[in-house]
């Protein structure tokens, strides 16, 4: 272990410094100070509850959550298109599609998941009348 | 035909080692590990999905709004933001070859990291005795799936820099703990861009709700 750990060290002494991502003070404070815009600004909308149309706050708050994600991604993981010959950025967009795919196809699929299960007020109630007998409570016709 | 399955399965197999590069220890870790970030983020896609089609399935339970507070939320998320970058600080004095520096910042991060992880317990204790637990509805059995397992991962990057401390101050700033440093780093700020999203799509959306 020691002897690794010896070698190694004097393996990537010279080269290490420059391979290894790492960003300047000012793009740690920089993306600081956006990334606290961007999160004050959500919470002082919801909290103070600034937009009345709550879809238009939901837009609102999701666009803020994308620009955030966006500043951390430059400043603090210090994503570029040059890093591991653009293996990284290849990844990330690919896990981009992924995500939403499984994200927006999730929600579209089972944008109807309620519609065929029982009425909302057999469902707090006993127990027989939640498990009608041999019955499947979902599709069940009436 | 017979001779020559034997004559093939006799030759010994040939490894053309002059072909194969030289590759220096570790060079291939960043990319290997930004893999497994991307990997990780599937996993959370896949939480926030279950979240965002049970959220609404509040079984006659309490909603987002009865038990989210806010105030609670805005806190935890100061905690996780300041500890991302007393973590940029604390990469900036490893550049530097400053141990001493690094491991204070090291430890500020690992304080944030505590305090975020405090409050959170607390807020899961809170909830739970209200009776607000995750088999109380499929709203909470997701909440907690989602937000649990973003807690669960904080704890062991907090272990993780626990560890990595140990080793600075057993071995210095050398390249492997450069490496390992660097490597904790990414996995710290990916978990403070995930929780962008929780803090967006569970607290605030939920209070919106």
Same mark, same amino acid.
């Given at each position: ?24 003070? /000012? ?8 990334? &606290? ?9 919801? =909290?103070? $509850? ?28 210090? =994503?570029?298109? /040059? &890093? ?7 990844? @990330? ?11 927006? $196809? ?6 109807? @998941? &309620? ?9 707090? $109630? ?12 979902? $599709? /069940?016709?009436? | ?45 896949? #939480? ?18 009865? #038990?989210?507070?806010? !105030?609670?939320?805005?806190? !935890?998320?100061?905690? #996780? ?31 944030? *990291?505590?305090?975020?992880? *405090? ?11 209200? *009776? ?31 560890? #990595? ?6 071995? *210095?700033?050398?390249?492997? !703990? ?32």
């Amino acid at each position: 272990m020691n002897a690794d750990a010896h070698t190694a060290g004097h393996h990537g002494a010279d080269t290490d410094s420059h391979e290894l991502p790492h960003g300047s003070l /000012r793009s740690y404070v920089v993306g600081f100070a956006l990334s &606290a815009v961007f999160t004050a600004v959500p919470f002082w909308l919801v =909290m103070n $509850g600034v937009i009345e149309n709550k879809f238009a706050a939901a837009i609102a708050i999701s666009i803020l959550a994308a620009c955030q994600i966006v500043v951390h991604m430059i400043c603090f993981l210090h =994503m570029n298109t /040059r &890093a591991e010959e653009g293996w990284t950025m290849m990844a @990330l967009i690919f896990t981009i599609i992924m995500v939403v795919i499984a994200l927006a $196809g999730s929600l579209w699929v089972m944008y109807h @998941l &309620a519609t065929n299960m029982m009425p909302l007020h057999d469902m707090g $109630g006993t127990p027989s009348s939640v498990a009608p007998s041999g019955g499947m409570p979902v $599709g /069940r016709t009436p | 035909m017979s001779i020559a399955i034997t004559s093939t399965d006799s030759t010994a197999p040939v490894f053309h080692l002059e072909h194969e590069h030289a590759h220096a220890e570790g060079s291939s870790t960043m990319l290997g590990f930004w893999l497994y970030l991307m990997s990780d983020c599937l996993i959370f896609a896949i #939480l926030f999905a279950t979240y965002g089609v049970l959220g609404g399935s509040y079984a006659a339970g309490p909603a987002p709004r009865d #038990l989210f507070d806010i !105030n609670l939320v805005a806190l !935890n998320t100061t905690m #996780l933001l300041l500890s991302s970058i007393t973590y940029g600080f604390a990469m900036l004095a490893m550049v530097r070859g400053k141990v001493a520096q690094t491991q204070g910042w090291l430890a500020v991060t690992g304080l944030f *990291g505590l305090a975020f992880i *405090g409050i959170e317990l607390y807020e899961f204790a809170h909830m739970i005795h209200e *009776g607000a637990t995750p088999q109380r509805s499929a709203f909470l059995s997701s909440f907690f799936a989602l937000v649990g397992t973003h807690g669960l991962h904080v704890s062991f990057g907090l272990l993780w820099l626990v560890t #990595l401390m140990v080793q600075v101050a057993r071995r *210095g700033l050398i390249a492997a !703990n450069r490496r390992r440093l660097t490597c904790l780093s990414m996995f710290w700020h990916f978990l403070d861009v995930v929780w962008i999203g929780v803090f967006t799509f569970v607290y605030l959306m939920g209070m919106l709700r």
